[in-house]
Every structure is written in structure tokens, then in C-alpha cells.
């Protein structure tokens, strides 16, 4: 039985204190109310200058952009629909941040997921995983750090792991393979430019609440889920990005190649 004290609401979080004043940030998979959307909320309210949406659903996208843009103003919001398996696409959204003077923040969110046991998972169950959360990763990370060099920008990567890449979970072994993969990839992608300034870390949450996970799983296991967790209950989506604006911020400056678990890493 968890504490009833461990399971109440959280509050809201506490007051921006202008972090990213002025910065250019691209989020990737950032429609919809997950992380990546939390995302784009904090850096907006800690006071980047522009905040670049990019996602594959166009009617949500647009609808989240709009919405950003009435509370931010439209001239700090801009969006364009982006698979990153589609390497033109991820071009074109970090285009938006060059006319604009180039990205400083690169929050790399896009991934995949699903349950199947590797008794039925089939080579495209498989290669659909890695190709976005991983693969996907890559792409976006490369183009942003091309442009961080060319720019001469000492820019900032941030990238979307999970601690199902450090603890087996049943159903799970392209996903896991996937995020596993972000985080070797977030190690050695910092040593090849921190000769250019640039900062490369990555996020690793246990279990964020959002309306989507809610649909595509069973209350049985998010419950079994959140009984795992030392509060008793699913992180926030804020609360991700909370670390994901620390990581982007001066705060941090002397960070790179790390993963920062969002979680009690319980087993």
C-alpha cells in the first residue's frame, strides 16, 4: 500500500526565472501533451526567444502552436511537421531556427515504443523502434550539431532516454535496445564536439503520465508501473522538462556525456 501522502497531485511548478532568455530551441515530437510539449511550455516561459515545434501529427501540432503563440506570442513559436526517419524533414525544421540566427538548444524527444516478446517481434516491429527512437536521435543530433560548428554556436543537445535502458522489462527488447542505444550515443556524441563547446546530456525518465500513454496502456500496468516508483505515482510531463531546461541552461555548464535519471531507479 502506498502512503496516501506519496500519491496526492503534485503542485504546480515553481516560477521561470528567465534561463534560456533569448535562446533558439527545437523540440522534436512536441505536439499532443507529453513530454516534448512540457518541453516547449518550460523553455518558452523561461524566455527563449523562439521555440521550434516539430512533430508528425499536423492538426495537433498546429493546434498546439496557436496555442503557444497566443500565450508567448506568435513571433516566439513556429512549427513544421517532422518525421525524423525523414532526414530532409529534419533539415527543414532546424531551417526555421537558422532564419531566425541558428538553434542554440537541440531537445531531441521523438520515439517509439510498443510491447511485443521477442518471441513474436518481427524484423519491422524492430526496425521501426530502433529507426525512430534511435536512428531518429542520430539524424537529429547530427544536423544540429553541423550547424552548432557552422554557426560557431556553443549550443546545447538534450536527448530523450529511459530507464528501460538500464532495467529489463518484459515486452520491451527493442525498446530497450533503442534507449540503451541514446544513451551510448549521447557519451560519445559529447566527446567528438565538446572541442566545439558544445554540450550533449540526456534525460532518462522512469514513468510520465500523458494522455497517450494512458490510451495504449492497460490500468493494471500502469498501476503495477507506478507502485514501482518511491512517490507512488508517474512523473509529470513539467516535470521531465524541468531537467530538460536545467541541462539547457548556464546551470549546467559543466556537464556533458551524462544521463540524468528522472526517477528513483527502482528495480
Given at each position: ?144 550539431a553541423r550547424r552548432m560548428v ?118
Amino acid at each position: 500500500m502506498i502512503h496516501q501522502r506519496f500519491a496526492q497531485p503534485v503542485p504546480p511548478y515553481v516560477s521561470a526565472h528567465g534561463l534560456l532568455r533569448g535562446r533558439r530551441v527545437v523540440v522534436t515530437a512536441a505536439a499532443g501533451a507529453g513530454i516534448g510539449a512540457a518541453a516547449a511550455r518550460r523553455c518558452l516561459e523561461e524566455g527563449a526567444g523562439l521555440v521550434v515545434l516539430g512533430d508528425t501529427h499536423a492538426g495537433r501540432l498546429e493546434a498546439f502552436a496557436a496555442e503557444l503563440g497566443t500565450e508567448f506570442g506568435s513571433d516566439r513559436v513556429r512549427w513544421a511537421l517532422c518525421d525524423v526517419t525523414v532526414e530532409e524533414q529534419v533539415e527543414a525544421l532546424l531551417d526555421l531556427a537558422e532564419e531566425a540566427g541558428g538553434v542554440d538548444v537541440m531537445i531531441n524527444n521523438a520515439g517509439l515504443g510498443g510491447t511485443v516478446s521477442i518471441l513474436e517481434m518481427t524484423d519491422d516491429q524492430w526496425g521501426k523502434v530502433l529507426d525512430v527512437t534511435l536512428t531518429g536521435t542520430f539524424r537529429s543530433v547530427r544536423a544540429a550539431a553541423r550547424r552548432m560548428v557552422k554557426n560557431e554556436t556553443k549550443g546545447v543537445i538534450i536527448n530523450n532516454a529511459s530507464v528501460i535502458g538500464w532495467r529489463a522489462q518484459e515486452g520491451q527488447a527493442h525498446y530497450a535496445a533503442a534507449k540503451a542505444g541514446v544513451m551510448a550515443l549521447t557519451r560519445s556524441v559529447a566527446l567528438d564536439v565538446a572541442p566545439h563547446g558544445i554540450r550533449v546530456n540526456a534525460v532518462s525518465p522512469s514513468l510520465a503520465m500523458h494522455p497517450f500513454l494512458a490510451k495504449v496502456t492497460s490500468d493494471e500496468l500502469l498501476e503495477q508501473l507506478s507502485s514501482r516508483e518511491a512517490f507512488g505515482r508517474a512523473a509529470e510531463p513539467w516535470e521531465i522538462a524541468n531537467v530538460m531546461v536545467f541541462l539547457a541552461s548556464d546551470y549546467s555548464s559543466y556537464m556533458t556525456g551524462e544521463v540524468v535519471s528522472v526517477s528513483s531507479q527502482q528495480a
